[in-house]
């Protein structure tokens, strides 16, 4: 089993739908948690940290859930620039320090 | 201020040889680490360095080494190369990692390789 499993898709939504992603982990020891965005041919850029508390965003919506091992990224109101892959991250603590395991991504296509 | 830059942008190399990729940080960062991103894949971490050490390291070989310096950038160094290491080599930085908060990463543009 990976230690961060994501659903590649695509997800084909029309323009202004409503999006989840989620995002399941292994190891019980993670610590910190992350969405970043990938557009084609580019590099990540980090959307928003998880918080077990939830957090918002605008139209995005982080949750963590440590029970059940899994991270969520809701889309409101979806926008053609939404389009992009998103890429979830567990950073899991060693030494003083924290090695981050990226899943494979899960990729978002917005149509007008 | 100048982000993650990282040279060069593509690099052509055929089987056996080796390849030396280079990476600045973000201003003010002390922190770097490499990924390897192979076609429809995440990135997958290769090693991290603080201070002129490597302080984490990934499941890669011994082929992958890599080095810090005084200014904080970095290289990572592949020998040997195979077909299989043909992929995009992400370079990110960061605040001193034994801060939680400073967990967040500044990706570079990457650097494209292709080993025929």
């Known amino acids: 089993r990976k230690e961060v499993e994501q659903d590649p898709g695509p997800f084909n939504v029309p323009e202004g739908a409503t999006v989840a992603f989620n995002c399941t982990y292994s190891?019980?020891?993670?610590?910190?948690f992350f969405w970043y965005r990938q557009d084609c041919r580019k590099e990540p850029k980090l959307l928003m940290s998880v918080y077990s508390s939830g957090n918002e965003d605008g139209r995005f919506t982080a949750q963590l859930n440590r029970a059940s091992q899994y991270i969520s990224l809701l889309i409101r109101d979806s926008k053609l620039s939404d389009s992009a892959t998103y890429l979830c991250?567990?950073?899991?603590?060693?030494?003083?320090?924290?090695?981050?395991?990226f899943g494979r991504g899960t990729s978002l296509i917005v149509h007008p | 201020d100048a982000g993650v830059t990282q040279s060069p942008t593509h690099l052509i190399k055929t089987r056996g040889q080796q390849v030396t990729l280079r990476c600045s940080p973000k201003s003010g960062h002390d922190t770097v680490s490499w990924y390897q991103q192979a076609l429809g894949q995440g990135p997958q971490f290769i090693f991290q360095?603080?201070?002129?050490?490597?302080?984490q390291r990934g499941n890669f070989p011994d082929r992958f080494s890599g080095h810090q310096f005084p200014n904080y950038s970095s290289e990572l160094n592949v020998n040997a190369l195979l077909l299989g290491d043909s992929a995009l080599y992400l370079c990110a930085s960061s605040l001193d990692p034994q801060a939680a908060t400073n967990e967040k990463l500044f990706f570079g543009s990457g650097t494209q390789l292709s080993v025929l």
């Open positions: 991250v567990v950073n899991r603590g060693s030494g003083g320090s924290y090695i981050p395991t």
């Open positions: 190891n019980s020891a993670s610590q910190s």
């Open positions: 360095y603080y201070e002129e050490e490597e302080r």
